[in-house]
């Protein structure tokens, strides 16, 4: 298993561009999640999908968005880039068991560091 | 109210105990975790805690929580030059999608 794999691993871009981040599971989970990581603030929330076919808004949603493309792969892309979208962004799914007990483990890929210029 | 916070930093001796602590602000919180962080890597499960519970060990980790004064701390036996990383706490609250909220992090150091 290579658990949560994200592409690319680095990416500059230019203020306005566009891109996508690539992110699959190869562990039949259900849900998804995208983070962004910045400096002294942790990690927030910016889209997660609780299963294949739904996705929701987090914390920060505002200049994102994503697809579920299908039970593996989330994707987030990012339709025009601004310098306040620099950061580490990360990829986690969970399984997501009912009645809910060891459920909330999440696990994440590398990461994706973007610089918009 | 979601709140997570963290010191941001903790430096500690070879071989001494590290504590890190976080508190949190959601009473509902169900679940809470503690990630490690190593430089470039993402996060990986440490170990977690219910809230029915006050205490639990795994080998050098033992994680207490105080649900009274919302506080948890995560205790590092023996530490090593290898436990240098940013942990991070974070709660789960019951609902859908199995959200967790995450603290800003605690960048261990440990020196020889």
């Known amino acids: 298993n290579a658990g949560v794999t994200q592409t690319p691993k680095f990416q500059v871009l230019k203020t306005g561009q566009s891109m996508t981040l690539q992110c699959a599971q190869d562990?039949?989970?259900?849900?998804m999640y995208w983070y962004r990581q910045d400096p002294g603030m942790g990690l927030r929330l910016i889209y997660y999908s609780a299963s294949e076919g739904t996705t929701d808004k987090g914390e920060v949603p505002n200049g994102y968005n994503v697809s579920r493309l299908n039970k593996r792969e989330f994707s987030l892309r990012l339709e025009s880039a601004a310098p306040s979208q620099t950061s580490v962004y990360f990829c986690?799914?969970?399984?997501?068991?009912?009645?809910?007990?060891?459920?909330?483990?999440?696990?994440f890929g590398p990461g994706t560091r973007l610089t918009v210029t | 109210g979601e709140d997570v916070e963290q010191s941001l930093f903790l430096s500690v001796r070879e071989g001494d105990s590290s504590v890190i602590n976080c508190t949190y602000t959601d009473s509902s919180s169900t679940y809470l975790y503690w990630y490690k962080q190593e430089p470039g890597a993402g996060l990986q499960l440490l170990t977690y805690?219910?809230?029915?519970?006050d205490m639990k060990q795994d080998q050098r980790l033992t994680v207490l929580l105080n649900k009274k004064d919302k506080h948890l701390s995560l205790r590092i036996a023996d530490t090593q030059t290898g436990d240098s990383a940013i942990y991070f706490c974070a709660e789960g609250r019951p609902g859908t999608a199995s959200k967790l909220t995450f603290g800003t992090g605690t960048r261990l150091q440990v020196t020889l």
């Open positions: 805690i219910f809230s029915n519970m």
């Open positions: 562990m039949n989970h259900n849900s």
């Open positions: 986690a799914s969970s399984v997501q068991q009912i009645p809910g007990l060891k459920n909330y483990e999440q696990y």
